[in-house]
């Protein structure tokens, strides 16, 4: 298992924590993904033999979110 963290703009509520979660729970590979709205910040688990850390920002952007530098 590897850890990622990425800085996730764009989330105003709860509502939009979920969401983010979902999306990155819902891909393959994640064993956990760790939501916080302050500071912006996911935290994912995931097994590098079925996802990449490019699929997972991915999955935020499809979400409707964005990934800062």
């Known amino acids: 298992m590897e850890t990622l963290s990425l800085n996730v ?3 105003t509520c ?3 924590v979920n969401s ?3 999306a990155l ?3 393959d590979g994640v064993s956990s993904a760790e939501v916080t709205l302050e500071p912006g910040r996911a935290t994912v688990s995931y097994d590098p033999a079925f996802t990449s ?3 997972l920002r991915m ?4 979400a409707g979110f964005e ?3």
């Not at 999955?59 to 499809?62: L, R």
């Open 59 to 62: 999955a935020v952007e499809d």
């Open 20 to 22: 983010v979660k979902k």
């Open 14 to 16: 709860n509502g939009c």
């Open 9 to 11: 703009t764009g989330m």
């Open 67 to 69: 990934i800062a530098a």
């Open 53 to 55: 850390p490019a699929a």
């Open 25 to 27: 729970e819902q891909t």
